[in-house]
């Protein structure tokens, strides 16, 4: 299987992100040229695919990763920094979709995403802002009813790490009067995405382990004993391929390309507000987010600016005007932020899968792949990381779950994908503005 497909990174800056221009210093990697023979490939240097070659270099294995533009150039640079437990599906859908086995299990790992994170950060060293709890904030009583559903829900499977909270103790969290209260995650957290996967390409090249940079890959051949990519000037020849491009790996695999869809998400920084102002708005210095369909999220940078995403635009194209898209919902929030003026704002790419549920498998023998975290991909993405590992390690215990999870394609096909969620979103938000 082979199909041409046209460089997606460009020059392969990052992108004008507060995240971009607060980077710790790495080095530039240099670009694959001429033909290389390698164990593992792993393709993308975004959260999956460090996670995998990092799980994989411990474990002993020579590995080289292959990245179309900058490591953590995608999503894993340009995420909100949230540290949230869970999938997309709550573990009631996961349950009444596949099954109460499936359910059990999913509760079981969880909590491992955000764990592999704060392992690696305290092992080798990482500077990334790490900082504890998550926050959901409901604006309704329907949303309060939402959260003492999910922290019930949760408890049934062992989980009890969640605590309700009222109206007058949530402003010990986040100082607004938009909320009805809300309910803390003490193992979430968040941090600084870009540092975080620039650490843990350092981590892995530590260990021996090799990365291109700028080199998006045109084609795989993912049958045979041998699969393979080819670049622009170069090809990688491999006993085994994992395939981490998530929503930029664009027609490369055709195989894959129709069961995820890109979707735009957007953030902005405020100037470095006065720490006062800080931590009356802050006070406890958690991440935040609603529980809305199209939900706002939203915490403090290390240097107090606020970092404030949200929307979406189905299909992954841009909005012209970030800031006027998000600055409204934001002055919503936090009123006394009307003047404040915004220093960076930026747009970039997740994959949505339809059934909200990641996907994990095989193309042939030897060539594996893990996508579609459907913006829960910070603590997915490094779940599914050591998932990959194991399965490439003999046991395939864990990954035969996922693989074995029947995926639903988007009603209509990637014709009609973009308007059939948008029509879906303008249900769920006029739900959300009644107050259901």
């Known amino acids: 299987m082979n199909a041409a497909n046209h460089p997606y990174a460009g020059t392969g800056a990052h992108t004008g992100s507060y995240y971009a221009a607060s980077a710790n210093l790495a080095p530039e990697r240099p670009a694959l040229q001429g033909k290389v023979e390698a164990d593992i490939c792993v393709v993308g240097a975004g959260y999956s695919g460090l996670s995998t070659a990092l799980h994989l270099a411990e474990k002993g294995y020579s590995v080289v990763i292959v990245e179309g533009a900058r490591v953590g150039w995608g ?43 704060r392992d690696r950060v305290a092992k080798y060293d990482i500077q990334c802002d790490l900082k504890p709890n998550n926050v959901f904030v409901g604006l309704t009583p329907a949303h309060m009813k939402e959260l003492e559903e999910r922290q019930a829900l949760w408890r049934s499977y062992g989980i009890d790490n969640q605590e309700m909270l009222d109206c007058d ?87 894959l390309s129709p069961r995820v869809m890109p979707v735009s998400t957007q953030v902005m920084a ?60 934001m002055d919503k929030v936090f009123p ?17 899968s339809f059934s909200r549920v990641p996907q994990m498998g095989r193309l042939g023998q030897n060539t594996y792949y893990a996508h579609g975290y459907s913006g829960h991909g910070v603590t997915g993405s490094h779940l599914f990381g050591r998932i990959l590992s194991e399965a490439i390690d003999g046991d395939l215990s864990r990954f035969d779950v996922f693989a074995g999870l029947k995926w639903y394609p988007f009603p209509g096909g990637r014709a009609l994908r973009v308007p059939y969620s948008v029509m879906g979103s303008w249900y769920y938000g006029i739900r959300d503005k009644l107050g259901l």
């Open 75 to 117: 999503a894993s640079g340009r995420n909100g920094g949230q540290i949230v437990n869970g999938l997309n599906a709550s573990l009631q859908t996961i349950k009444r979709r596949y099954g109460q086995d499936t359910a059990t299990f999913v509760a079981g790992i969880v909590q491992e995403g955000g764990q592999i994170i």
């Open 169 to 255: 103790q949530l402003r010990a969290h986040v100082n607004s009067d938009l909320y009805a209260g809300g309910l803390i995650d003490r193992t979430g957290g968040h941090m600084h995405p870009l540092n975080l996967a620039l650490g843990e390409a350092a981590a892995f090249e530590s260990l021996g382990g090799k990365i291109y940079e700028m080199s998006p890959i045109l084609s795989a051949e993912t049958e045979g004993p041998r699969p393979s990519v080819k670049t622009a000037q170069g090809e990688i020849s491999c006993k085994t391929l994992v395939l981490c491009g998530n929503a930029y790996l664009g027609n490369a695999v055709p195989d």
């Open 270 to 329: 405020t100037e470095p507000l006065d720490p006062d102002l800080a931590a009356e708005l802050m006070p406890g210095d958690d991440c935040i987010e609603d529980i809305r369909y199209i939900l706002d999220y939203y915490r403090l940078s290390a240097d107090n600016r606020m970092l404030f995403g949200g929307g979406t635009v189905y299909g992954g194209a841009d909005p012209r005007d970030i800031e006027a898209k998000l600055r409204r919902n």
């Open 336 to 352: 006394k932020l009307k003047s404040v003026k915004i220093d960076y704002a930026w747009s970039g790419n997740f994959a949505l």
